[in-house]
């Protein structure tokens, strides 16, 4: 079998028709080039070049084995080439909590550049409240996840744990069924507070952030439905039952085409976060991650 070496020999000898030209390209010797050539010949029992006055010439045999040897040595650079990218491509899979809606968090944009930076990166996706994506970064069941809380917040208790990555503020504000407006104007959070709400488990952010204006107060919101999802927080709020928390634009959006109630002068400003464990930090995953982070928000 002939080598690689041979062979790009004597693909450089027929480019350059001289020994002395292929063996400075080759960086080898005339002797190295022409022992090359005669060991070649000899093995494939062939004649591949004529002698004439300026050098080599390439005969009949050289020419119809020449478009084979030229394959073989790209073939070979591009073997080399893909293995060399195989070092650098990032391998593994990213396991990434996200909360409400993924318009909103851009997760779409997130995950599109991230395959288009490493297509060989799996992702995997768990959906739920921002308490219980804490939890399970904090027992390495995600890798990096979306999180909501108040401005400089971040994960609280868990900030030495957990590092955490502010990507937009907005507000949060009360809604309640339509034709509630006269009911509920000039009213604070005390007055709110009597009103029937509809609540939501601790691990989620209209919880905590609910929970963080009355409490000073030293009241709690009249419950009478518990919910773990906004969608169903907002169809109970049409359906007349309570009030509710709702992000300003979607706040915005079900007062303009559903007629539902805003409450005026009540707003809870709320940060989303991205959030990951801190000593994980300096991973390849969790840094593409952050990488591409940084390109979408």
């Known amino acids: 079998m002939t080598d690689l070496p041979t062979l790009r020999t004597f693909v450089t000898v027929a480019q350059e028709g001289s020994v002395s030209r292929a063996a400075e390209r080759l960086h080898l010797t005339q002797p190295a080039v022409s022992l090359k050539l005669k060991q070649l010949q000899t093995r494939l029992d062939l004649r591949l070049f004529h002698r004439h006055a300026r050098g080599l010439a390439l005969s009949d045999d050289g020419q119809a084995l020449l478009p084979a040897a030229e394959k073989a040595l790209a073939a070979m650079a591009a073997f080399e080439q893909q293995a060399g990218t195989l070092h650098s491509t990032l391998r593994g899979r990213l396991r990434i909590g996200t909360i409400v809606d993924p318009e909103f968090i851009r997760l779409g944009a997130f995950l599109r550049r991230l395959v288009e930076r490493a297509p060989q990166l799996e992702t995997e996706l768990s959906h739920g409240m921002s308490g219980s994506v804490l939890a399970r970064l904090r027992r390495d069941e995600l890798d990096v996840g979306f999180y909501l809380a108040p401005p400089g917040e971040g994960p609280g208790d868990a900030d030495d744990e957990i590092a955490c990555r502010e990507l937009t503020h907005f507000d949060y504000q009360v809604i309640a069924p339509a034709g509630w407006g006269s009911r509920l104007s000039g009213s604070g959070w005390r007055q709110l507070a009597r009103q029937p709400w509809i609540v939501t488990p601790a691990d989620s952010v209209h919880h905590r952030l609910l ?70 930090g300096e991973e390849p995953v969790i840094g593409e991650a952050l990488a591409v982070l940084e390109q979408v928000w």
């Open 211 to 280: 929970n963080g204006a009355l409490a000073p107060l030293g009241v709690t919101p009249r419950g009478v439905a518990r919910v773990d999802q906004e969608a169903c927080m907002l169809d109970l709020v049409r359906a007349g039952v309570g009030l509710s928390l709702a992000r300003d634009a979607l706040a915005m959006a079900e007062r303009q085409e559903r007629g539902l109630t805003v409450v005026d002068g009540v707003r809870l400003p709320c940060a989303l976060c991205f959030v990951w464990r801190r000593r994980r």
